[in-house]
């Protein structure tokens, strides 16, 4: 929406196209609990927190994949005169204390209201699929099935169903079924993502006595016998939720700006496919 304020067609396209490879608050909650999954806490790097770093680096990778993504269109769009950018600097002075409170409110309230309610609706709709399930019966000789079945086995309920059917897509990337739920519905948003493996390692009353990182950290995949989350794996799910693009609202609002579906199209399947093969390289070079 702030691209509004560039007169140049081109220029103000290929910015739409770009700035969702920056690093936003939505994808924090998944680097936050992946990079603490895979690095200790106490872990130090030329001094500083490896943690930290880590972030760090991912904000970098936005910034480059910015860049690098900007040029590369700007080579394959038709090119336009290009405008001078003249800007008044404003005078930096030390903030009001006021002011920075008010603003810190007003941003975690927007966050709160706008991703909170999606989080929430979302959650209801995966604990309703993650606890119910098709239930398969022989009656008479046919099969017959119960539909709404409930107290099944994560495994055989809805959410279970739809992470098998995509398993075999992304498991070369080092994902199991279980992160296919998370993935499949974190398309609505990014942050949906930590709140779905929340639900999802909290089913079961072993979980109980468990926090859910731990949970996450004791999980096996089945299918390579390694821990779900090794660093493999977690490295190839950071650079997937960099890249891809993971956002209902963004691809509302870019159809919106640009006044057609074929952008925010490409876009999704150009940043969907940049982030499939970029995990999948990474998992397959660290395995």
């Known amino acids: 929406m702030a691209a509004r304020t560039i007169e140049n067609r ?46 760090l680096g991912l904000y970098l990778l936005g910034v480059i994949a910015v860049l690098l993504s900007a040029i590369i269109i700007n080579g394959f769009m038709k090119s336009e005169p290009s405008d001078n950018l003249i800007m008044e600097m404003p005078v930096y002075r030390l903030p009001y204390w006021k002011d920075l409170l008010l603003t810190i409110v007003d941003k975690v309230k927007a966050f709160v209201w706008g991703a909170g309610k999606i989080i929430f609706v979302i959650s209801i709709v995966l604990w309703f699929a993650s606890s119910f399930g098709p239930k398969t019966q022989i009656v008479d000789g046919t099969e017959s099935t119960n539909l709404f079945s409930q107290g099944v086995e994560l495994e055989e309920s809805y959410a279970g169903l739809a992470g098998k059917i995509v398993e075999p897509a992304i498991a070369p990337l080092g994902y199991d079924w279980k992160i296919g739920i998370a993935l499949i519905s974190s398309f609505a948003a990014r942050e949906v993502f930590v709140g779905t493996l929340a639900i999802i390692y909290s089913i079961g009353e072993e979980a109980e006595n468990e926090t859910i990182i731990a949970r996450m950290r004791n999980e096996v995949n089945l299918s390579t016998g390694q821990p779900t989350f090794n660093m493999a794996t977690s490295i190839s799910l950071l650079l997937f939720y960099a890249f891809a693009m993971q956002c209902m609202s963004t691809i509302a609002i870019v159809k919106r700006e640009t006044k057609t579906w074929k ?25």
Do not use: D
């Not at 806490?41 to 770093?53: H, I």
């Not at 952008?263 to 660290?286: H, K």
């Open 263 to 287: 952008w925010p199209i490409l876009q999704f399947i150009g940043m969907t496919g940049l982030a499939y093969v970029t995990a999948f390289i990474a998992y397959q070079m660290l395995t």
């Open 10 to 55: 081109k220029e103000r396209l290929i910015t739409i196209l770009v700035t969702p490879f920056m690093t936003c608050a939505a994808r924090l909650p998944v680097y936050v609990i992946i990079i603490a999954l895979i690095i200790p806490e106490t872990a130090t790097y030329l001094g500083f927190g490896a943690r930290a770093l880590a972030l």
